[in-house]
């Protein structure tokens, strides 16, 4: 019962490396969300995808692209990594569109520092 | 700016009390409301959501809405240390439904 998988769970970078951040869900969700969170703040929003073929920004895209690929497979890109980007990254998925929000299940999270 | 307020805590309770957690926000346009635990280095997971205003039960659990006072509570009875996590509101952004305004949670500590 894998439900949302990330990878990779850790990942150090050296400012201006590049680096893709894979998630899937197994669930046959229509809604895919990239979260960053950072000591002391909430969740923040990246990215979201209501369903496949669509993606939107969140609160804070600057720095990030994403490619919502098939209803299973939603990638938050990095292109040039800055120490600023140093955080805890969450992937999630949730059931319906067009219903408001439901639930959202989480990945396990990749824990990214940038030097 | 729309926000989500919660006490950082830690809140300490002992173990078999009841535990409050209490959450505000901003946004009069907010229509859903949610409580996560997130356990230390783990990802967070749904325990309730609530609509409408007043309190809804689940084992254990009760969240309560005010609307009106724009305000949002988590009431955990008979507290376990396995409860002892960081609890997460988050509330539906009133102008779109599919993003969340979250809150920095509160860190709450079980003593045995």
């Given at each position: ?36 969170q ?70 396990q999270?990749?824990?990214?520092t940038?030097? | ?62 969240a ?49």
């Amino acid at each position: 019962n894998a439900g949302v998988t990330q990878t990779p769970k850790f990942q150090v970078l050296k400012t201006g490396q590049s680096m893709t951040l894979q998630c899937a869900q197994d669930m046959n969700h229509n809604s895919m969300y990239w979260y960053r969170q950072d000591p002391g703040m909430g969740l923040r929003l990246i990215y979201y995808s209501a369903s496949e073929g669509t993606t939107d920004k969140g609160e804070v895209p600057n720095g990030y692209n994403v490619s919502r690929l098939n209803k299973r497979e939603f990638s938050l890109r990095l292109e040039s990594a800055a120490p600023s980007q140093t955080s805890v990254y969450f992937c999630a998925s949730s059931p319906r569109e067009g219903e408001g929000y439901t639930e959202a299940f989480f990945g396990q999270g990749t824990r990214l520092t940038v030097v | 700016q729309k926000e989500v307020e919660q006490n950082s805590g830690p809140l300490s309770v002992p173990e078999g009390a009841i535990a409050s957690l209490n959450c505000t926000y901003s946004d009069r346009g907010s229509q859903s409301f949610f409580w996560y635990r997130q356990y230390s280095g783990k990802s967070p997971e749904l325990i309730m959501f609530i609509y409408s205003n007043g309190d809804k039960e689940d084992g254990r659990f009760t969240a309560q809405l005010n609307k009106a006072s724009q305000y949002v509570s988590l009431l955990i009875r008979d507290s376990q240390p396995s409860d002892s996590a960081t609890y997460l509101c988050a509330v539906t952004d009133g102008g779109s439904n599919y993003q969340l305004i979250w809150g920095a949670g509160t860190k709450l500590i079980i003593k045995p």
